[in-house]
């Protein structure tokens, strides 16, 4: 029964478009309504006509604790009473450079904004302002949030143009990203013997999330690193949702490849809203007030959210253990999807990251992601929804662990999703 959901989500796109915040938020790809979230603990979500769900989305992957996390609330909650925002700096934000800067050791310098996109916007300026070169690679399939020059996609000449992947973006503020394939050495090369001298920076997904799950092959990340050091480019890692995730280092240190520049958003955040940039500090010195890259923001690092990046990020550094549970309950539910659909589907798993694509081949790029089954993954989803389990509403995104995801949750999980394949 969802009655109080289809009622707020009509009374929602009376007001907004198409009553979310965010598109994938919608539904629209699995043809469902959309469920109004009442409240969260755990690894559970209560909609708002009291469906209890074990939520395998996690907010798109803020949520590695778990929703509201007693000592992350408690310090949130105590932090409001000193006031919400001052527009000036606070010790907060120091701590947090400082812990980033420990945990993610080429981010020896960082500027905190308020979303993944900020830090991406950021991180592209930066790199253009220290090479002062105007090109950018970024790869088909790979997201970096909505800023203009970033919404791109392959143009029919590939290695000249792009072109906008959205209404309102200009063709101009598409003409320096250059798209290439995932997993793909030879269109970056290809990309850089085109234009020698004009990239400033690749930007990439160290693992791709927003095409599904779709994981680096071996020595592809190895290659973007040497590549960019003998053009001149910078490489800037995405982080947004492998950062603090695969390991506490994020993909860099899962990896071991050091980037130029890193993007952070979601848990660095935990759960508040916090996006950042950060690398080598002669590149960053780059940033004003000490260099000409403008950049600036009114909640930018301010002391709510910090005390919740702080918090999480301190509890992950110091529970040593984490990383192996979320990829042991990662694997569980990888292994029984593999074993249950008998090779009728492709299973990207990596740490606490699990995509699911209805592919009877393997998903290397964004070609493959394409070529899934979006209509078998609907039915999945729903198959799921009415047992309570919530997973990504889109084929194109994630499942996300959590420490909180309990071992009971996970058994029940894996019966549900073995089931659908016998039913
Ligand atoms: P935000 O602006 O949404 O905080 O971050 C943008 C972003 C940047 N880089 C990567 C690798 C990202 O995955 C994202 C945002 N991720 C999506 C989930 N696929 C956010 C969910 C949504 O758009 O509602």
Redesign the pocket.
């Known amino acids: 029964m969802i009655t109080k959901s289809k009622q707020l989500f009509e009374a929602a796109k009376q007001h907004i478009p198409g009553g979310v915040n965010?598109?994938?938020?919608a539904f629209a790809s699995v043809g469902q309504t959309p469920r109004f979230i009442a409240s969260a603990h755990g690894d559970r979500m209560i909609d708002v006509d009291g469906n209890e769900m074990i939520d395998y989305v996690c907010s798109?992957?803020p949520g590695i604790l778990g929703h509201a996390h007693p000592e992350v609330v408690q310090k949130v909650q105590k932090a409001c009473e000193k006031g919400l925002t001052y527009g000036a700096p606070t010790e907060n934000e120091v701590l947090l450079a400082e812990l980033i800067a420990e945990l993610m050791p080429s981010m020896e310098v960082s500027r905190l904004v308020s979303?993944?996109?900020?830090?991406?916007m950021s991180a592209v300026r930066v790199a253009r302002g220290y090479t002062k070169r105007d090109k950018i690679i970024k790869f088909k399939g790979?997201?970096?949030?909505?800023s203009d020059g970033l919404l791109v996609k392959a143009g029919s000449a590939a290695l000249t143009t792009s072109v906008p992947d959205s209404a309102g973006v200009p063709d101009d503020y598409t003409k320096n990203t250059l798209v290439a394939q995932y997993n793909d050495k030879d269109s970056v090369e290809a990309l850089f013997l085109a234009n020698p001298k004009e990239i400033a920076a690749v930007i990439v997904?160290p693992v791709a999330?927003?095409m599904g799950v779709v994981l680096p092959e071996d020595g592809f990340l190895d290659f973007l690193r040497e590549i960019t050091i003998q053009y001149g480019a910078l490489l800037i890692f995405?982080?947004?949702?492998?950062g603090f995730r695969l390991a506490c280092g994020g993909a860099q240190e899962y990896f071991h490849i050091t980037p130029d520049l890193t993007?952070l958003?979601?848990i660095v955040g935990g759960g508040m809203?916090i996006?950042a940039y950060g690398g080598r500090r002669d590149i960053m010195n780059q940033v004003s007030p000490i260099g000409p890259v403008y950049q600036a923001g009114t909640l930018s690092g301010n002391p709510i959210a910090t005390t919740a990046g702080l918090a999480t990020l301190q509890i992950l550094k110091e529970d040593a253990q984490i990383y192996q549970r979320l990829e042991q309950k990662a694997k569980r539910i990888a292994d029984t999807v593999k074993q249950a659909s008998k090779g009728g589907v492709c299973v990207n798993q990596i740490g606490s990251l699990v995509g699911v694509f209805f592919s009877a081949g393997s998903v290397r790029d964004y070609a493959g992601a394409l070529s899934s089954d979006t209509k078998q993954y609907a039915a999945f989803f729903a198959y799921l929804l009415e047992r309570g389990i919530y997973i990504a509403p889109s084929q194109?995104?994630?499942m996300f662990l959590s420490d909180a995801h309990t071992e009971e949750d996970i058994d029940f999980t894996c019966q549900a999703m073995a089931s659908y394949y016998q039913a």
């Open positions: 965010s598109p994938v938020r798109f992957g979303s993944g996109t900020e830090a991406v790979c997201y970096h949030g909505h997904e999330a927003n995405d982080e947004v949702i492998t993007t958003g979601k809203p996006g194109f995104e994630a």
